[in-house]
């Protein structure tokens, strides 16, 4: 399984981006999709999710409302709408897929099986 994040970039306060995750190998389908984010020195923390039952989307408390996550089945791709973003937006993101996440434990890196590699979003005051 290969997943390809993309649409990072440099981007002013305010301003807005999709990320995208495309799987190879192995469809969404059945699984659970998050993608998470890290800072320098910092943990990589969860910005939100599809969930593996019922294919819902789960967004973190401090981007709920900016950030909304769609899946686009055809194209075996989960996109990452980032809205209105903030200087402390700026990380790597990355994307990954567990097959027995459940939706309790989205929210934890440990919880994955395969990551992507992380694309940059930076955002300038």
């Known amino acids: 399984v290969q997943l390809q994040a993309s649409g990072g970039g440099l981007v002013q306060a305010g301003g807005s981006l999709r990320l995208s995750c495309a799987a190879s190998g192995r469809t969404f389908r059945s699984h659970a999709v998050g993608w998470f984010r890290q800072a320098p020195g910092k943990e990589r923390e969860f910005v939100g999710g599809?969930?593996?039952?019922?294919?819902?989307?789960i967004c973190a408390d401090s981007v709920k409302g900016r950030f909304t996550i769609s899946m686009d089945n055809t194209k075996n791709t989960v996109f990452l709408q980032m809205t209105s973003l903030k200087p402390g937006d700026t990380a790597v993101y990355y994307c990954?897929?567990?097959?027995?996440?459940?939706?309790?434990?989205?929210?934890?890196?440990?919880?994955?099986?395969?990551w992507g590699q992380g694309t940059q979003v930076t955002v300038s005051s």
């Open positions: 990954g897929i567990g097959a027995r996440i459940i939706n309790s434990a989205i929210n934890r890196p440990a919880s994955y099986d395969y």
């Open positions: 599809v969930t593996r039952t019922h294919g819902g989307t």
